[in-house]
C-alpha cells in the first residue's frame, strides 16, 4: 500500500454490505470516491468493469517491459513495491522504490515531492487512484514519462490528458472463470480468465 495507513483493516464496515449485488455498477463506482480503502477499491471495480477497451489501442506488453525499455540508463522512481524492480534496477542508473509499507532498500512514500521530480522515468502503481494521491503524483511526475502500473489501472484514454505515457492494466476476457476464480480466494497472481495489457499514447 502507498501513503495512507488506515489502521486495524477491521476498524471499519463497508456501507450496505451485504446489498452490494443488489447496486448498479454506477451506484458502485461511487465508492471509488470513499476514503476507506476498501470501499475504493470496489468502487474503482466497478467503474473499470464500465470500459469498454478497443482491442486496436491495446497490446499484450506489461509494466515490467516498458519500464526496461524506457529506465536503462535512466533515473527511474516507481511507487509501490513490485516484482521487476531487481530487474530494473540493474538496468537503470538508479531506481527508487517508495512506499508505505517499506521493504529493505525502499524510501518512505512521503519523500514522492523530493523524488520524482529528479527521476526521468516514473511508474505509479493503480493502488494510488485507491488511495486519492494520484493529483499529487502525477503533478510531482509532471513532464516525466509516467507509467500507471496494475489491475486498478483504468484502461481509458482520457488518462493521456494529464500527462500519462502508459497505462498497464488487466483485461478479463473470461468473466465466469475470473468471478470463479475470486469468489475462491485466489490472489490476483493465482486469478485466470484475465491477460495483462497496455495502452499507450499515440
Not at 509532471?142 to 493521456?160: D, E, M, R
Amino acid at each position: 500500500s502507498t501513503f495512507r495507513d488506515e489502521g486495524h483493516p477491521h476498524a471499519r464496515g463497508i456501507r450496505d454490505l451485504g446489498h452490494l449485488t443488489e447496486k448498479s455498477s454506477w451506484d458502485l463506482a461511487h465508492y471509488a470516491f470513499s476514503d476507506y480503502a476498501m470501499e475504493a477499491s470496489i468502487g474503482m471495480a466497478a467503474l473499470n468493469s464500465m470500459i469498454a477497451v478497443e482491442e486496436e489501442n491495446v497490446v499484450e506488453k506489461n509494466a515490467a517491459e516498458i519500464l526496461l525499455e524506457k529506465g536503462t540508463g535512466k533515473k527511474v522512481a516507481i511507487v509501490g513495491h513490485f516484482p521487476f524492480i531487481p530487474a530494473l534496477q540493474r538496468a537503470a542508473r538508479t531506481v527508487w522504490v517508495l512506499e508505505q509499507r517499506q521493504k529493505e532498500g525502499d524510501l518512505p512514500a512521503e519523500k514522492a515531492a523530493e523524488i520524482l521530480p529528479q527521476s526521468d522515468v516514473v511508474g505509479i502503481t493503480g493502488t494510488a487512484f485507491i488511495t486519492q494521491t494520484l493529483d499529487d503524483l502525477l503533478k510531482w511526475a509532471a513532464g516525466k514519462f509516467i507509467v500507471i502500473i496494475g489491475p486498478t489501472t483504468p484502461l481509458t484514454p482520457l488518462l493521456f490528458e494529464y500527462g500519462v505515457q502508459v497505462l498497464s492494466g488487466t483485461q478479463v476476457v473470461d468473466p465466469e472463470e475470473t468471478f470463479r476464480c475470486i469468489s475462491q480466494g485466489a490472489t490476483f497472481r493465482e486469478v485466470r480468465g484475465v491477460r495483462r495489457v497496455t495502452m499507450m499514447k499515440k
